[in-house]
């Protein structure tokens, strides 16, 4: 007996049907606030899980001494990578082959398939060994880049802006005043990797008539290791060199983004205070258009506390259904979508937390947007209410 008091659960379900289009404009409200939502949550959750899961705990990336963390800059003596094979015993070793990836990285301009229009993307020369090392890559389509030839990431047509059919195994790609034609495309486990562009080392040190490295990754046999590495940057001052874990690489590069992570939450927040005043302007005009009704059923015995849960049931109910309807349409369309950022592109994420969040902001939608005009409602005389047209 303890909700006796209260009205069925029917009743506000069945109010929901009895103003379709003031139900339906509310629920469409709700849904676009939530979508919104879904889409700035599933941008942050992106950029977090590409940089995350890029890199490895027991890889250490060499890089030029002083270049922080841009390492497209970088310039480090070619002979490196030997002299870090010879000297560093805890690289791990199989079959008689070293863990070393010596590579050359940077950001150029480019045209596919001799079209006039340039576009910025990233380029990485590596040897075959860089397959060693970078043990998330996984080869999709065609074959590992020989001569005169590139492989493309799974992202990098989005890093282009350019449509995925001009990146086709046997298409071509200007750089660095040469023809490159495609002959595979690889996936690299969502890290950042899937943005860049792959081609033999030596042929892309011809073509900038370059002899030096960005960078030279390290796999060590195990995460402890990786100091070992930093004490050979350290005895060898003569070539100007500095080593760092690759996950706590990619953790500093996620800290850098840390402003513009908090420029999306607080989009959020403005999102949400939208969907709010826009919930309140409906269902004030909801509210009191049914100030008689809510008068008669004080008449009949439920108290104004009743009435005011069976309102916030009812914008709890479009809140959710906006909410819902927010989710499937992302999971079907937003979930997925590249988007291009400095360091190369992402895929939007909508994970747990982005429905967690997305649903929660839409039964708080519903909830809030409910109580003023309800309250405001209620505040009326009964007799007052009666005579409302």
């Keep these: 007996m303890l909700f006796a008091g209260f009205l069925p659960w029917e009743y506000g379900v069945r109010n929901l049907f009895r103003r379709p289009l003031r139900s339906g404009l509310t629920w469409l409200g709700m849904t676009t606030s939530c979508l919104l939502i879904f889409v700035v949550v599933g941008f942050i959750r992106g950029l977090e899980k590409t940089l995350t899961v890029s890199g490895e705990s027991n890889v250490a990336i060499v890089f030029g001494l002083g ?138 040190q011809q073509a900038m008539k370059r002899q030096d490295l960005s960078i030279v990754a390290v796999t060590c046999r195990s995460e402890d290791d990786v100091k070992f590495v930093n004490a050979f940057c350290k005895r060898r001052l003569d070539l100007e060199l500095q080593s760092m874990r690759e996950t706590d690489y990619y953790a500093t590069l996620q800290s850098d983004y840390g402003p513009v992570r908090m420029l999306a939450w607080l989009m959020v927040v403005l999102v949400s205070a939208a969907g709010v005043f826009a919930g309140l302007n409906t269902m004030y005009g909801a509210a009191l258009g049914r100030v008689r009704e809510m008068a008669t059923l004080q008449t009949l015995g439920f108290g104004r506390l009743a009435i005011v849960v069976s309102l916030v049931q009812e914008g709890m109910l479009l809140g959710m259904a906006g909410a819902v309807t927010a989710a499937l349409f992302s999971m079907v369309f937003v979930h997925g979508l590249a988007v291009r950022f400095t360091m190369g592109a992402f895929q939007l994420n909508i994970d747990g937390v982005a429905i967690l969040v997305g649903c929660g902001t839409g039964m708080m939608l519903g909830i809030v947007g409910s109580l003023p005009p309800a309250w405001r409602a209620m505040s009326l005389p009964v007799a007052e209410g009666l005579k409302a047209i």
């Design 67 to 204: 270049m922080g963390d841009n390492i497209e800059y970088s310039s480090i003596p070619n002979r490196s990578s030997d002299l870090l094979r010879a000297d560093v015993d805890q690289i791990l070793r199989r079959n008689g082959r070293a863990y070393v990836s010596p590579e050359l990285y940077l950001g150029t301009t480019m045209r596919l398939n001799g079209q006039e229009e340039e576009l910025m993307g990233l380029v990485r020369g590596l040897t075959s060994s860089a397959l060693l090392v970078r043990q998330q890559v996984s080869i999709e389509e065609g074959h590992w880049p020989g001569p005169g030839e590139i492989m493309v990431g799974r992202l990098a047509a989005a890093k282009l802006g350019a449509d995925s059919n001009q990146m086709a195994i046997g298409k071509t790609i200007e750089l660095e005043g040469r023809s490159w034609t495609i002959s595979g495309r690889f996936s690299a486990g969502g890290s950042v990797f899937e943005s860049e562009l792959w081609c033999p080392l030596l042929d892309l």
